[in-house]
């Protein structure tokens, strides 16, 4: 039973900075490869980011690129999203994710997340 729990979102300026977090349990968190994605209101989700299983392979859609970065901690059984110089357009709900499959094959948009959590809202103010 897949169980994830987003925290640290909020209220924060353009140019500002939050990091996201993820506990997961109910599964063996090292086997999977872990994600986030994005869903603002009116708008189609959005998958950001995804990290193998050991950590070391991480990929990002080019809107975060070079301004998120995705971490994980299987010891801790956690997943991070650090969001740097964050803009107005990042407004969303932002949800943790597990992949049932590789992340190079969601990198390639042919794999989605099959299960998140209830997610955290983030707004970035002009």
């Known amino acids: 039973q897949f169980q994830l729990v987003e925290s640290g979102g909020g209220l924060v300026q353009a140019g500002g900075s939050l990091r996201l977090s993820c506990a997961a349990s109910?599964?063996?968190?090292?086997?999977?490869?872990l994600g986030w994605f994005r869903q603002a209101p009116g708008k189609e989700r959005e998958g950001l980011s995804c990290?193998?299983?050991?950590?070391?392979?991480?990929h990002y859609t080019d809107s975060v690129k070079g301004r998120f970065t995705i971490s994980r901690d299987n010891a801790k059984k956690m997943v991070y999203l650090q969001m740097n110089s964050l803009k107005p357009e990042d407004t969303a709900m932002y949800y943790c994710?597990?992949?049932?499959?590789?992340?190079?094959?969601?990198?390639?948009?042919?794999?989605?997340?099959?299960?998140w959590g209830q997610g955290t809202q983030v707004t970035v103010s002009s």
């Open positions: 109910g599964f063996r968190v090292e086997l999977y490869a």
């Open positions: 990290i193998n299983t050991s950590g070391r392979n991480t």
């Open positions: 994710a597990v992949l049932e499959s590789y992340c190079s094959i969601w990198a390639e948009g042919k794999a989605d997340f099959d299960h």
